[in-house]
């Protein structure tokens, strides 16, 4: 110690100049000590290990992948609790947006198919019927729904697709799109309804039938409140975590198959907030997901709604 350059030291411990000019020397050489015995505490393999010397809450570490030590080539990895925590988001985005994705896939065209028969092919004692039944589903619980993906939906599709994770990407968008249902084929319907019935009358008469004028003359017709319908869907499923928490296998791999294990944003906030340490880093790359989450539905949000205004001003005659 004695034969190390003053401003060496100073940089060693981390400390500003007028602090280290203030300080009594003797009680440098007991920082020098406590930090030499606090060092020799620690595990050899942590201590040799390059990655401990990471900021891994970095924007570098937080996006693109990393070798990290025992893997043989670089990786996204979100790994919190470790010898070294890693906290790469790329997994969990990209488990959020193929969630979604199948929930839309299987949403949309259901939920299309039944408001467009509903509103323009059914009998009106039906309509009845079939109308307030569908839209009495948006008030099962997610939990609920949750339970029924994890005990019926996920054997039954297993037994018919024959893959091997019960718990996978497919079931949990499958069960997301069934929450969406109800909230994409309501505002399609009323959409769809609400088409000034001469449309549909002209087309009558010119001889077309009623599907080719539910399908072309209707549909058409209704596609700003229909595309704000797939819009909120999508909020709707990217937004939603018990589902996804109880069925998707809560596994953070960067996979493209449907049916490996994945995780979500709001899965991984929901399992691990409890958990992390506040104000830690584990705790601040918590909240940064769930800001993302709300700058992506945000974002979502606005781009649909402009473009359904603009859309809408086009059918209008507006420009």
Not at 98 to 112: D, E, M, N, Q
Not at 119 to 140: D, Y
């Amino acid at each position: 110690m004695d034969r190390t350059p003053p401003e060496t030291l100073r940089r060693y411990l981390g400390l500003s100049r007028a602090r280290w000019e203030a300080m009594d020397p003797a009680v440098v050489r007991a920082i020098m000590v406590t930090r030499e015995e606090a060092l020799e505490e620690i595990p050899a393999p942590f201590r040799d290990d390059p990655d401990a010397r990471i900021n891994t809450v970095g924007w570098r570490h937080l996006l693109l992948p990393h070798a990290w030590t025992g893997y043989d080539r670089p990786a996204f990895i979100w790994q919190p609790v470790g010898t070294v925590s890693k906290f790469n988001l790329v997994p969990l985005m990209a488990g959020s947006l193929k969630v979604t994705l199948i929930g839309l896939l299987f949403a949309v065209p259901v939920s299309l198919a039944a408001a467009l028969f509903v509103s323009q092919l059914a009998p009106p004692r039906l309509r009845e019927w079939v109308k307030p039944g569908i839209e009495l589903l948006s008030g099962i619980p997610s939990v609920v729904m949750g339970v029924f993906a994890l005990m019926v939906l996920a054997s039954v599709l297993q037994r018919l697709l024959g893959y091997p994770y019960r718990m996978n990407a497919f079931v949990a968008g499958i069960a997301l799109g069934l929450t969406a249902v109800p909230l994409i084929f309501s505002i399609a319907e009323d959409a769809l309804t609400a088409v000034p019935g001469s449309y549909a009358q002209a087309a009558l008469a010119l001889g077309a039938s009623r599907w080719d004028t539910a399908w072309q003359i209707v549909l058409p017709a209704a596609a700003p409140g229909v595309l704000a319908a797939v819009v909120l869907g999508f909020g709707r499923c990217i937004g939603e975590t018990m589902v996804v928490l109880m069925v998707s296998g809560n596994a953070s791999q960067l996979s493209w198959s449907l049916f490996d294990s994945t995780r979500s944003l709001t899965a991984t906030i929901a399992a691990e907030m409890a958990e992390a340490v506040s104000g830690g880093p584990h705790y601040q790359v918590l909240f940064l997901l769930g800001t993302l989450l709300f700058a992506v539905t945000f974002l979502t949000n606005l781009a649909g709604a402009l473009f359904i205004q603009r859309l809408r001003t086009r059918l209008e005659g507006g420009g």
